[in-house]
């Protein structure tokens, strides 16, 4: 019987998992509404720890406050702002769900202290990632400091991802892989390469966007598309391969274990996700960039690749290494 504490440290661990892809998915909803700059300022938001819901609650002469601190034209809208500070909230509780699981993983000490250590790094790196998100702030959320934000958030989750299976490696080192191919792995590896490349694809994309998007004034989003740059249709097309190799690992998977095994049930579900990540992009494409797809589309970006290293440490800890020629 598992001890209640490792059950404690991998139930956490997992919600901790959820809260991160949750806080992607806020995070790309306060960039595509244009609400990054909703708090002017950082730990505070508009000088309050609570931030205002009127703009009567501010100074008269806060507009000449925040030019003087280099932030030009700075008006006050409670929608961006609340959202902008909802998105920190959630932050501060990915920071205490991290420091408790790193509390509970002091259960493995005598066992695997591997899994201590790598539990304390996501801890660190959630600091890191705080700091980043104030230099965010005090760069006037120059595109490249959003992009290095955004790509700490999918290391912490990738970091997340592999402690707690290591946590429950003799239970995956049972997942049948008789049947699979050899080469597997290897094209898990590539599969994972493919979508950094998307992604990082993708932030070039989102930067071009950014950029449009002031210029347009955030309105008149069906016509952003015309001054889209070379890398949207490099993007673009370079989804049609992502799928083709993601499908044929589901489809490998699928046809060689049992319909109820872990693996399997990844597999369809990494297929789910590339399948549902390129609807988004295409209604990117063709539906005048509405605002809902954004922050979806990112999600499932980090979705995919996040499924993708799960896999990868399921056949390793599962011996695919092993596994007959198909």
């Known amino acids: 019987m598992t001890h209640p504490d490792i059950v404690n440290f991998r139930r956490l661990g997992t919600i901790t998992i ?8 806020v995070g790309g909803i306060v960039r595509a509404s244009g609400a990054g700059m909703g ?3 950082w730990p505070t938001c508009f000088g309050k720890w609570i931030p205002p ?17 280099g932030y030009e034209n700075t008006a006050f809208n409670p929608v961006k702002t609340w959202t902008e500070y909802t998105n920190r909230l959630i932050g501060m509780t990915i920071g205490l769900l991290i420091l408790t699981t790193a509390w509970t993983s002091r259960v493995f000490l005598k066992t695997d ?6 539990a304390i790094s996501c801890l660190l790196l959630v600091g890191f990632q ?14 490249v400091m959003i992009t290095l934000h955004m790509l700490m958030a999918l290391a912490i989750v990738a970091l997340l991802i592999y402690t707690i299976a290591r946590s429950q490696q003799h239970s995956l080192a049972s997942l049948q892989t008789q049947g699979l191919p050899n080469k597997i792995k290897t094209v898990v590896i590539v599969a994972m390469l493919m979508t950094l490349i998307q992604i990082g694809m993708g932030t070039q994309v989102r930067e071009a966007v950014d950029f449009i998007a002031h210029e347009h004034g955030y309105i008149d989003r069906k016509y952003w598309r015309d001054d889209f740059p070379i890398i949207f249709y490099v993007h673009r097309s370079f989804s049609s391969l992502i799928l083709f190799t993601n499908a044929w690992l589901a489809w490998r998977l699928f046809k060689a274990l049992p319909r ?8 369809l579900s990494l297929a789910g996700l590339v399948a549902a990540a390129i609807i988004a992009g295409i209604s990117l494409d063709r539906l005048g960039m509405p605002p809902v797809s954004q922050p979806i589309h990112l999600l499932l970006a980090n979705l995919i690749f996040g499924t993708q290293f799960f896999l990868f440490i399921c056949l390793n800890y599962a011996g695919a290494g092993t596994a007959s020629k198909a």
Request: net charge positive; charged share 10%; hydrophobic share 45%.
């Open 53 to 69: 819901t009127n703009e009567s609650q501010l100074p008269v002469n806060y507009h000449q406050i925040y030019a003087q601190l």
């Open 260 to 267: 109820t095994q872990l693996l399997v049930k990844t597999g």
């Open 130 to 143: 705080g700091w980043l998100g104030s230099t965010v702030v005090a760069s006037n959320l120059k595109p």
């Open 39 to 41: 708090c002017p300022d």
């Open 113 to 118: 202290k591997m899994i201590c250590y790598l």
């Open 18 to 25: 959820a809260a991160v892809y949750f806080l992607i998915l």
